[in-house]
């Protein structure tokens, strides 16, 4: 919402580092009770997910003024245009709607030197993508209905989880690129949140 509120007392402002932060740290939350309550898997696949867009998100957009890295092709060529245009007339429907493209797509994003440079760029392997896709589609199952519920090996999920923090802990640690919009402590806060998750999935593996 960008119009003034009726109540300035009872609104919420969020930014992506902070939506980040807010994602990361209620996965660690979840991550310390699955152990007691295996449901809390549930919760954890879905904030990893989302930290996951977040951190790609404030890697691609922090040198990007309207958010293009994020769009698809054809939102960011209509925001490219208008700019062109002297960002006369009405805005495009991607400014004034913004929608962002899949989580498959942003990770493949921030990987490319086209859209992220070195040494922010994310260095991705086979494993890691292949782990960051079934831990998207479990995601995708978790946000659906299910009248009998949901029958999960949950030894698969720990190594989900790791990979994502692998990826987060790149973008938003050892080379974060959008520090200047996010708050003091901000690399800190979400060092010690994926420690608290890695602890706590690295008690699931094998051996």
């Known amino acids: 919402m960008t119009d003034a509120p009726d109540h300035p007392d009872r609104t919420f402002q969020t930014s992506q580092p902070r939506e980040l932060l807010a994602c990361v740290e209620f996965a660690a939350m979840q991550s310390a009770r699955v152990e007691e309550d295996p449901g809390a898997f549930r919760w954890l696949v879905i904030a990893m997910v989302l930290a996951l867009q977040n951190a790609c998100l404030c890697a691609l957009d922090y040198d990007d003024e309207y958010g293009t890295k994020g769009m698809t092709r054809r939102d960011a060529r209509d925001v490219a245009r208008w700019t062109r245009n002297g960002r006369t007339g009405r805005k495009p429907l991607a400014l004034r709607e913004p929608r962002i493209v899949s989580p498959f797509s942003l990770i ?12 922010f760029q994310l260095p991705l392997n086979r494993e890691t993508d292949e782990a ?5 589609d479990l995601r995708n199952t978790f946000l659906h209905f299910s009248e009998d519920g949901w029958t999960i090996d949950l ?10 923090c692998r990826v987060i802990r790149h973008l938003a640690v050892t080379q974060p690129a959008y520090l200047r919009n996010a708050e003091r402590g901000h690399s800190a806060r979400v060092a010690d ?9 690295e008690h699931y593996l094998p051996g």
């Open 132 to 136: 960051l896709d079934e831990l998207i």
């Open 108 to 119: 493949e994003r921030v990987a490319n030197p086209d859209f992220l440079r070195p040494p």
């Open 155 to 164: 030894g698969e999920i720990p190594p989900m989880i790791l990979a994502a």
């Open 193 to 201: 949140a994926l420690d608290s998750i890695e602890t706590a999935m």
